[in-house]
């Protein structure tokens, strides 16, 4: 099976997230899209609680249906975030997929300095998908809709419609996420 893996802090997951999750399922030669979010951020970014942007990410993959899955391997495998250790963890636990790692346009520069960089791109193909003023390769670009400008308009109490799901939206209301 071909999956593509999708990490992230997903902090919130936003409508971007989805949108890269349609292409890549309807572009690509990929089975699957796993979305993965990060346990502890490598660089130390506060991030709501775990179980939380997990919970939020199956709230948006549903919407996108039975080819989309959301993966808890970080959240097993504790400690520092890092994309080859959890694709090796991923690798182990399922030796029929066959991982292809989606990056956007905007990070893929960034991708050498990565841990284990030379590893990891050995080991997994890339689906480089375009942001915003980023389309680097992609013949397309998703909106730039970001994390960081949804937590920045929640915290100031402005409404987030359109950014994220509603699903999304209704359990930050619930469980008052990233509000001041």
């Given at each position: 099976m071909?999956?593509?893996f ?5 902090n ?16 690509e030669?990929?089975?699957?899209l796993w979305?993965v979010?990060?346990?502890?951020h490598?660089?130390d ?11 939020m990410?199956r709230?948006a ?6 080819r989309?899955?959301v993966?808890?391997v970080?959240?097993r495998?504790g400690?520092?975030s890092?994309?080859l250790?959890t ?8 030796p029929d997929?066959?991982?292809?790692l989606v990056?956007?346009a905007?990070?893929?520069p960034?991708?050498p300095?990565?841990?284990g960089?030379?590893?990891l791109l050995r080991m997994v193909?890339?689906i480089?998908?375009?942001r915003?003023?980023?389309a680097?390769?992609s013949p397309v670009?998703?909106?730039?809709v970001?994390?960081t400008e949804?937590r920045?308009?929640?915290a100031?109490g ?5 950014l994220v799901p ?6 930050i209301r619930?469980?008052r996420?990233?509000?001041e």
């Open positions: 071909r999956v593509a999708f990490g992230g802090s997903f919130p997951p936003h409508v971007a997230h989805q949108l890269v999750g349609l292409y890549v399922l309807e572009t030669p990929v089975d699957e979305l979010p990060c346990w502890k490598p660089f970014k506060a991030l709501a609680p775990y179980a939380d942007r997990l919970e990410c709230l993959a549903a919407a996108l249906g039975a989309v899955k993966s808890d970080e959240g495998l400690g520092e890092r994309t250790r694709i090796k963890a991923l690798q182990r636990e399922r997929c066959q991982l292809h990056v956007g905007d990070i893929e960034e991708l300095s990565w841990y960089a030379e590893e193909p890339r480089v998908v375009g915003g003023s980023h680097g390769r670009a998703m909106p730039a970001s994390s949804v920045r308009r929640l100031s402005q409404g987030v419609s359109g509603s699903s999304v939206a209704d359990y619930e469980h996420l990233y509000a």
